[in-house]
């Protein structure tokens, strides 16, 4: 290929040859749910979307191919989402509004297609998945800057939703708007926490005079912004593009490493992948009694169980100052050596989930 137009002509013909391909991928697709639906077998199987796309980076690492990793990973998150929605069409709820970060978490992994609720509180996301009004919910467990969310720690220990996977999203912000040059910005909204999040860069672009709005969401910041070419938003990338405001700044914000993991909630049980990791609470019978949680965890320690995670809550519970404790471990809650720590403690704890371990 000399000429551009031979080079057009190639990705035009490869182009045919992967939608043929990816049409054909989609007819056995579509047996896989005709299949599910008489088996009554779960559509999202993370588990197998891990398998697919660690057996497509060896391969593409042993063919030296060009594309990496992270690539790869969002190609195909794409194609299985178009895919369930062929099998099944479903429903996500997730903490809202529309274009928050949550909202962002839910679409990398159930893509531009599907069905998106969007709730006002995590409360209500349960409630909904309880109601079986969505099959799965998408809400924040903890971030690396502001710690644990306690009201998902609550919720789980009172409902009937399980953890299905897990994700870690970067958080990275946006300065959006639709002025033409930055001298024209005579205002900029955002929520409370996204200007303390951001100083750095208000100051060395020369907006610390300009009027800053605090608003109830990043998200109602981009939509404001979409209404008034001489503001700006501070907001996700996922709301600049909802709302259409040109981003004309990405990660803008201070910390270059404030991470939120972010949870996937539904009603089934996923199969042993290898690579997991499971939730439990542990409400122990002696926990006033001095060493109590270190007899239990001794248990985990003789199994060679490595704890990623304990975070202790208070049990509200009548009469004192009782807590139960969040446990995060790796294994899956149906391999032998973890059921004989699991029917050890029958009484003392409470499953949550055992799902593929994020990458963090």
């Excluded at 996923?270 to 001794?298: C, Q, R, W, Y």
Aim: proline letters at 2%.
């Amino acid at each position: 290929m000399k000429t551009l137009d031979e080079c057009r002509l190639a990705i035009d013909a490869i182009d045919d040859e992967v939608l043929t391909l990816l049409n054909k991928r989609m007819k056995v697709v579509e047996r896989v749910g005709e299949i599910k639906n008489d088996t009554g077998g779960a559509i999202y199987r993370p588990e197998r979307e891990k398998a697919i796309i660690d057996r497509l980076n060896k391969r593409n690492e042993k063919e030296n191919g060009l594309l990496n990793k992270n690539a790869i990973e969002a190609i195909y998150l794409e194609i299985f989402a178009v895919a369930r929605n062929l099998e099944l069409p479903e429903r996500i709820a997730y903490l809202g509004p529309e274009g928050s970060f949550t909202h962002q978490a839910a679409e990398s992994r159930f893509g531009a297609m599907s069905d998106y609720l969007s709730l006002n509180s995590i409360a209500s996301v349960f409630k909904t998945l309880e109601a079986q009004r969505a099959k799965f919910g998408v809400i924040p467990i903890e971030n690396s800057r502001d710690g644990i969310v306690g009201e998902t720690l609550d919720l789980l220990a009172k409902s009937s939703v399980k953890i299905v996977a897990e994700l870690y999203m970067p958080i990275h912000i946006s300065f959006a708007t639709k002025a033409q040059k930055i001298e024209d910005i005579t205002k900029i909204y955002s929520k409370d926490k996204g200007f303390g999040q951001c100083r750095e860069f208000l100051s060395e672009h020369g907006f610390v005079n300009v009027e800053q709005i605090p608003v109830e969401s990043t998200a109602k910041a981009a939509i404001l912004a979409a209404e008034d070419e001489s503001s700006a938003a501070i907001c996700s990338h996922i709301a600049a593009k909802l709302y259409g405001v040109p981003t004309l700044f990405e990660n803008i914000e201070d910390s270059v490493d404030n991470t939120t993991r972010f949870v996937i909630l539904s009603d089934f049980k996923n199969a042993i992948s290898g690579d997991d990791k499971t939730s439990i609470l542990a409400k122990l019978k002696d926990a006033s009694e001095a060493g109590a949680l270190v007899h239990f965890l001794s248990d985990f320690d003789a199994a060679k169980i490595n704890l990623s995670k304990i975070e202790s809550r208070p049990s509200k519970d009548k009469g004192g100052f009782g807590y139960w404790f969040y446990i995060d471990f790796y294994g899956h809650i149906d391999e032998e050596r973890i059921q004989k720590i699991i029917q050890k403690h029958t009484d003392e704890v409470t499953w949550l989930g055992s799902y593929v371990r994020g990458e963090d």
